[in-house]
């Protein structure tokens, strides 16, 4: 939303409310001319035709665009043209998804070492938007897409909305971690409106006991069609809210959720607390890979964008480690690409009982996170905003042992000096709570859960604390 990091940082929070609000409406026109302009629209027409495809169209389809993608890469992306040629192995040698397991699989260190060498030649600067993440693990990733495939994306993330009787155009909250409205900010409105999107944005931060009253009221006093937004901050809404004694007297059609995974405990109080449907999808901040929600709340694959494969952990485990390989962004191929989540596939010999012929997931294990308390009472679970530009840190790990102080637990990288220490420090206080006091301890290796997953957040405060 807030485009310009120094803008952002320096001069909004100082703004009065009625120039954030219109400065959310200038960043929204910006934001939605990128996302809904005549491209959108026709790729969104092509999505909803190419989702009626029988399984065999689909098949055609994807080997088509892989066989493509692949030749793409080995003529014009020198990374992974060395890599092949040191395998021996040629485009020939990739005819469709089956044949995917000869290549290697694409790590999130292999990004971050060889970014320069992932860049396509045969594209110009001028048409790729540059994007930075960092997330379950801290790792600042850093990466680009083609300017174009931002419409792609929305229009896959819409047909989604679409399957439940959402409109571009629809008005809606949504629940965000960026900083819309500034962390120091002790009065209500802890709102702002970007109507070019039709949204209201609510951030995190303020989704404490004492603010959540406004909040509240503010949700009620807005006939809003759906809510959108991360499970874990719709959650803390719901929760905070419910402590309170509070209840939402306008509700919500439909929430929509994505980007993490949704646990049960979280369903449960989200719809207890809204009483709406609520409707899930999966995908990652790289854009290479995608499944929505479906009527019948099954993930399908939204083959388009790319390939959601399956690599084996080990015999007899159903979970199975996610590889993507992106359709929509060719100038920065990601291919079987090891995003970090694990997932259980759907039956292929039975189809869902919506008519679609796409794969389904009918799992997804994303991260499983704790959520840190603020000394304001917030429970924040999101920390990627803070590491995606530490570069020396090469893992990180947030744990919360008693309230008002956290641990950092770091793995560094050789670069890493005590400014990153100092860095890291002022972001928790710019994205958190400036309150929090920050503990570092340098480790050499963050372990992982029995699972193999890894946890960005670590709560050892007491139940009745949190
Ligand atoms: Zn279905």
Known sequence: MIVHESVAEHVYPRLPVFLQNAACWYYGTKESQQRFGKLFDQHLNTLLESEKWSASEIEAYQDEKLRGLIRYAYENVPYYRQRWQSLRIAPADIQSRADLPKLPVLTKEDVVRNREQLLSRAVSRKELAFRHTSGTTGKALHFYMSKESIAFQWAVWWRHRLRFGLQPGSWHANFTGKRVVPLVQQSPPYWRWNRPMRQALIN?????????????????????????????????????????????????????????????????????????????????????????????????????????????????????????????????????????????????????????????????????????????????????????????????????????????????????????????????GRWSSAALKVNFQYVNEIERERNGKFRAVVSNLKRSAT
């Open 204 to 428: 995190m931060h303020h989704i404490t006991p004492a603010k959540i009253g406004s909040i509240v009221e503010f949700l009620n006093s807005n006939r809003f069609e759906f809510y959108s937004g991360y499970p874990s901050i719709i959650h803390a809404l719901a929760t905070t809210a419910r402590e309170a004694g509070l209840a939402l007297t306008s509700r919500p059609r439909v929430v929509a959720t994505g980007a993490e995974n949704m646990l049960d405990f979280q369903r449960r109080d989200i719809t207890e607390f809204t009483g709406a449907i609520l409707t899930d999808q999966y995908g990652c901040s790289e854009g290479c890979g995608n499944a929505s929600h479906c009527p019948e709340f099954a993930y399908h694959e939204d083959f388009e964008l790319g390939i959601l494969e399956a690599q084996e952990r080990a015999a007899g485990d159903p979970a199975k480690t996610i590889l993507c390989t992106g359709f929509a962004s060719e100038v920065f191929p990601f291919i079987r690409y090891e995003v970090g989540d694990t997932a259980v596939w759907g039956s292929e010999a039975k189809s869902c009982l919506c008519g679609r012929h796409s794969r389904t997931l009918s799992h997804i294990e994303g991260r499983k996170d704790d959520h840190v308390v603020t000394p304001e009472g917030a429970r924040i679970m999101r920390f990627d905003y803070i590491f995606k530009d530490i570069v020396n840190v090469k893992e990180a790990q947030v744990v919360q042992q008693c309230l008002g102080e956290v641990t950092v637990r770091v793995v560094r990288r050789t670069t890493y000096d005590l400014k990153d220490e100092d860095k890291i420090r002022t972001e928790f």
